[in-house]
């Protein structure tokens, strides 16, 4: 899977003393952009035909500002015109939240959606995982 | 179910020139607050025995920046010390956006779940919906 | 002065337990952007010609999650091709922030300043105070 | 000066374009903390006595999502129960934005200010530009 190492910021805590829930789902973002950097053909991030369809997140344990966290990334389906990110959130060993995205290869002209190109499609067979 | 309207606000948009897929989990629970005032004992929010287990977003429009949006909470599931949230984001009459939330009625002290106390059981049952 | 109500959010807190010194530049922001719907001529807020040049807040008090918070907004002057916007945050009717910003009259395409039209001067000039 | 090296997140972006300038505060805080670490008494972040009293931020350069940040820290003043951060960020060997922190060392029991301890303020002094 691919990682991404990130230092918990103050204001990511909120007034229970863990990091707010509301947090997760920025790292999860965060951690998908250099996972699709390796991925996708290269050109800005804004250019990238993707948007998000669906996520789900369960929290597993609390996290806290004091240690760093580890962001694994990989893709758990590819289908004809979409594909499923899993990810998980490491804190001190433990894993804390399991994230899993729906993103859609999308056509912003049309606005619909649009068939994976076999170029990306193999690149992210590279990270499928069971 | 309950209704909370919410401006958009400028930094809540991306580069990509709509709403951040990450500014709808805050809305969300901003929109859950009230709702759990109505619904909760009195005393400050920080005291609730409530966590957060899981939360699911399906991404079904588009949002602006410009107009309004709705965000309306009830209740779709009470079980023995956890209940289900469901929500709706809507802006210009379309729904933007369904959520489900799973919160924990929890002991901070044992750190563990706690059965749901009948009075706020009969009240989660006021906006329990099919 | 201008004003908008604001119903601060938990996720805007603190692990201090009180709401994050970064969350009044957003809360100013949001403040900023109905003034100028009033000032500016009509379009889409991403259209408008000025970009923040400079930001002072002064944080008088902490700000709770429980109450709402009051942000006034003015203009306290008027340059060639600038000016500033001050603002203060109410909680309680006690003001916890005071804020100026200055504001430029920006031509994307040249990248450079340019001379505010008469007909946005006239209408800052309605909300200029001392 | 101290250093941290910041990947811009995509959501830290707005409509248009560049890196929002709400999301600056926060980079601002994130790299005071691993600058406190290396200077205040260990403890968690949480203990540290430190309120801030003012911000002060000049956006020099628009930012972009693509490349990397650093954000250098260093102390500018220190006064009896109160010391000055001066900071600026850096894109594409570019200074992007300059900031002024004003940090006063608190007492949350009795809500004043109190002395900078000599133990502190050695270390501070450490890291004190003209």
Redesign the interface.
């Given at each position: 899977m691919h990682e991404l190492e990130i230092?918990p910021?103050?204001?990511e805590?909120?007034?229970?003393?863990?990091i707010?829930?509301?947090?997760?789902?920025?790292w999860l973002?965060?951690a998908r952009?250099?996972f699709f950097t390796e991925t996708l053909p290269a050109g800005?991030?804004?250019d990238w035909p993707l948007?998000?369809?669906?996520?789900?997140?369960?929290?597993v344990q609390?996290l806290f500002?004091?240690d760093p966290v580890l962001v694994k990334t990989a893709v758990s389906r590819i289908g004809n015109s979409s594909f499923s990110v899993c990810q998980e959130v490491w804190q001190n060993d433990r894993v804390a939240a399991k994230a899993s995205t729906v993103m859609v290869h999308f056509d912003f002209e049309t606005q619909k959606p649009t068939p994976i190109p076999s170029v990306i499609r193999e690149k992210l067979e590279g990270f499928l995982v069971e």
């Open positions: 230092q910021r103050f204001c805590t909120d007034a229970l003393g863990h707010s829930n509301t947090t997760l789902p920025i973002e965060a952009f250099p800005s991030l804004k948007i998000m369809a669906r996520i789900e997140i369960d929290f609390q500002v004091d």
